[in-house]
């Protein structure tokens, strides 16, 4: 098996797999209210957690960059306007230009 | 949770597969861009653009494939990048944890129903209740997954002409696309305060822990739900 098909396939197994741990072992069932009140919560923290690990950290070290100042202007522009489009490429553009003084 | 303007702020009528696609096209248009990035970053990795495409087609998870790429690029095993692959997207444990009360059917139908969550579909589908509407989930995931095999498909063939996708500032796309939900789902005190907890265990953990473990504890954040107030509060809102 060619490294490439092993990348792919396991990546697709993996991926795949940990999508349903979640869907199999909790399915169909009510919610007690404890559960509902920590499921709500869930999404700022994980969001914040990956808009936090992309923006300031490169590999396992916490550092500022172009991209850490485009994110900043873009959650401006999303904040202001609410629009995520305006966001990313403001985000963007800021990103490449910083990049291209610098 | 997510503030889907039309479709979910209209009780007596459910959102539709439609509203879904209608809602996820933001993200799927800045999707698009991240996975052109993908691709030119694929073909600099030596990968064939049809086994860069075929990737995406069946992994579908964005951050998860550029880790693994990464490391295989860089020299690394397969072993190491599929350990990588599958610590980045630990955090869809915490989500599929979430959502499967939401799920029906028998447990093959419910994990099919789970290949459907990336990250803003999952924040989009959320009722803010503790509840997941499908059509939201379905709708704004398949429309995300049209562009996210398209644009692999663009920055795999075309990354001669298309170059460095730093240059462009596309890797600020995806933390600014995850900021972007974020203000639809941080309003109020207690969620802005749990999106900084999370925000500062994730910051905590970077230099200790490997990729994607900080994102997956961050979600320790969310107990906070656990307190008295929360679950008071939580109770009202899903009062009619």
Redesign the interface.
Known sequence: MSTTVALIGGCALVTAAIKSVGPIALGGRELPDWFSSVVVLLAPALLAALVVTQALADGDRLAVGPETAGVLAGGAVVFKTGSIIGCVLTAAALTAGLRALG | ??VVESPAAAPEAPPTFRDGVRAGV??A??GG?VAMSFGVLADTAG??PL?AI??SA????GS??FT??AI?AGGGG?GA??AA??LI?????????????S???N?AS??A???T?V?AS??LA?R????FDRNLLFGSSAIQYVTWVSGTTVGALGGDVLGDP??????????????????S??RGG???G??????A???AL???AP?GL??L??????????TRS??A???S??EP
């Open positions: 949770m997510a933001p993200f248009v800045a861009l990968l064939s086994a075929v990737m069946i992994v579908y998870a998860a494939q693994a790429v295989v397969v990048a599929l692959a599958a997207n630990s955090r869809f444990l915490a989500m599929g944890a979430a959502l499967g009360p799920l029906p059917g447990a419910r994990a129903q789970g290949q969550v990250d999952w924040a959320g803010g209740d503790g509840t730093e240059n462009f500032g596309l890797d600020a796309i995806y933390p600014a696309f995850f900021l972007a939900l974020l203000t789902e941080a207690r969620p802005l749990v999106a900084a907890m999370g925000a265990i994730a910051l970077v230099p200790v990729a900080p994102v504890a961050a979600s320790l954040a969310a107990l906070v739900g656990l929360a679950r509060a939580a109770l809102r899903s």
